[in-house]
C-alpha cells in the first residue's frame, strides 16, 4: 500500500483531511469510496480512520489550482457520515475554508507574500467567492498567533475570511420560500442561504429553552423528531426536494442572549446539535434575524453602527459582520466576514482500510 498524500488541520471549529484533487482519483464514486475507508466510515467511532466520531471531524477538503481566472484555488468540501456511509457535496464548509489558504501556500499552489498572503477561494459547493488572509513571516506559514476562538483551547493564528455572491449560493436565492418567515407544521421559521440553507426558528417554540447544553439536546429523541420533522418540510419549501439523507438544511433555534451576545442559538446536523455554529450557518442565521418579520427578530440585541454581531453557541460566541446593500428592496447582502483561525495537526501519508 503506498497511502494518500494527506495533511489533517483543524479549521475553526471542524476538523478535516485536506487532499490535493490529484492526489485522488478523478471518478467521483471511487474517491468517495476511498474517502470512507480513510475516515473509517461507517462506523459510530470511526476507530479505523481518521474520523473523529462526529460530523465535525468528519470532513474533506478537496483543493486545486483554481479552473478559471479571477481567484486563486477551487475549493470542494465533502461531509463524510459517520455511522452511515454517505458522501455529500451539497453544502460547503467555512470553518474547513480557514485552513484553505494556508493549505495551497503549503502545497506550492499559491506563493507565499511577505507577510501575510490573501488567498482568494472559489467554494466549488456554492460557486461563490471566498478571501482568506493569514499571517506568513518570512514567506512561510505560521499558525501560531495570539487569537482564541470559542470552541478551539489555545491560540493560533487569526484568519480574515470575507465572503462575497453567497446570497442563494444553494437554494438560488437569498429567501428560497420568497417570503422573510413561513408556518411549517405551526411553527414560525425564516429559511435563508446566505452561503448555507439554514431554517431558523425560536427555541421555545420546540419545546426548549435554547440555553440547554449539547448533551440534554442529543439525548432528546422527542426534539430530533420534530427538528427532523421541521427541516424536511422546510427543505422541500426552499426547492432542496427530499432533503432525508442530506446535512442541509441546518436548523438553528434561537433564544434571547444571556451572556453579552446578540442571540443564543442552537444548531443541528441535521438532527445532531452542533458543539458550536458553524461559519456559514452562522452567517445565514444573522442575516435572517437582522430582517425584520423574521422568526425571532424580536430576540436580537443588534449592535449599533453596523459593528459585527455576537452569536451565542454552546461553547462561547462567534462575531459575524453583514454588509447590506439598502439601495434596492429588498436589501441585498453585499459582504459577509469572519475571523478564524486554523492549525497544521500533521502532514503525511494516510493508509485508508482495505
Avoid at 31 to 43: C, K, N, Q, V
Wanted: one cysteine or more.
Amino acid at each position: 500500500m503506498t497511502g494518500v498524500r494527506c495533511m489533517l488541520m483543524r479549521g475553526g471549529t471542524s476538523k478535516g483531511a485536506y487532499f490535493l484533487a490529484e492526489d485522488l482519483p478523478a471518478d467521483p464514486a471511487a474517491r468517495d469510496d476511498l474517502l470512507l475507508r480513510i475516515m473509517g466510515t461507517p462506523d459510530p467511532r470511526q476507530i479505523d480512520g481518521l474520523g473523529g466520531a462526529q460530523p465535525v471531524t468528519s470532513k474533506v477538503a478537496i483543493v486545486s489550482a483554481a479552473a478559471e481566472p479571477g481567484h486563486d484555488v477551487d475549493y470542494l468540501f465533502l461531509q463524510l457520515g459517520v455511522a452511515e456511509p454517505t458522501v455529500s457535496d451539497r453544502q460547503t464548509c467555512g470553518n474547513l475554508l480557514a485552513g484553505v489558504g494556508q493549505f495551497a501556500v503549503e502545497r506550492g499552489l499559491v506563493p507565499a507574500g511577505h507577510g501575510r498572503t490573501t488567498v482568494r477561494v472559489r467554494l466549488l459547493n456554492t460557486g461563490s467567492i471566498a478571501v482568506a488572509t493569514f499571517a506568513t513571516p518570512g514567506g512561510e506559514v505560521d499558525y501560531r498567533g495570539g487569537t482564541a476562538i470559542s470552541g478551539v483551547p489555545g491560540t493560533a493564528a487569526p484568519v480574515e475570511l470575507a465572503f462575497t455572491g453567497t446570497e442563494g449560493s444553494v437554494c438560488g436565492s437569498l429567501l428560497p420560500t420568497g417570503h422573510v418567515r413561513d408556518d411549517v407544521g405551526g411553527i414560525e421559521v425564516s429559511c435563508v442561504d446566505n452561503g448555507m440553507p439554514v431554517v431558523v426558528a425560536r427555541a421555545a417554540d420546540l419545546g426548549v429553552t435554547g440555553y440547554e447544553p449539547v448533551g440534554d439536546l442529543a439525548a432528546d429523541t422527542a426534539l430530533a423528531g420534530r427538528i427532523d420533522a421541521l427541516r424536511t418540510e422546510a427543505g422541500k419549501l426552499m426547492g432542496l426536494g427530499d432533503v432525508g439523507g442530506s446535512p442541509v438544511p441546518k436548523t438553528t433555534l434561537v433564544a434571547a442572549p444571556r451572556d453579552g451576545g446578540a442571540i443564543c442559538t442552537r444548531t443541528f446536523i441535521p438532527v445532531e446539535p452542533h458543539p458550536s455554529i458553524g461559519v456559514l450557518g452562522a452567517v445565514s442565521v444573522v442575516t435572517a434575524l437582522l430582517l425584520d418579520g423574521a422568526a425571532g427578530h424580536e430576540l436580537l440585541v443588534a449592535p449599533a453602527g453596523g459593528e459585527p454581531v455576537e452569536v451565542e453557541h454552546p461553547s462561547g460566541k462567534l462575531a459575524v459582520g453583514i454588509e447590506f446593500d439598502t439601495t434596492v428592496t429588498p436589501p441585498r447582502v453585499h459582504r459577509s466576514a469572519i475571523l478564524r483561525t486554523a492549525r497544521k495537526l500533521f502532514d503525511g501519508t494516510v493508509f485508508p482500510r482495505s
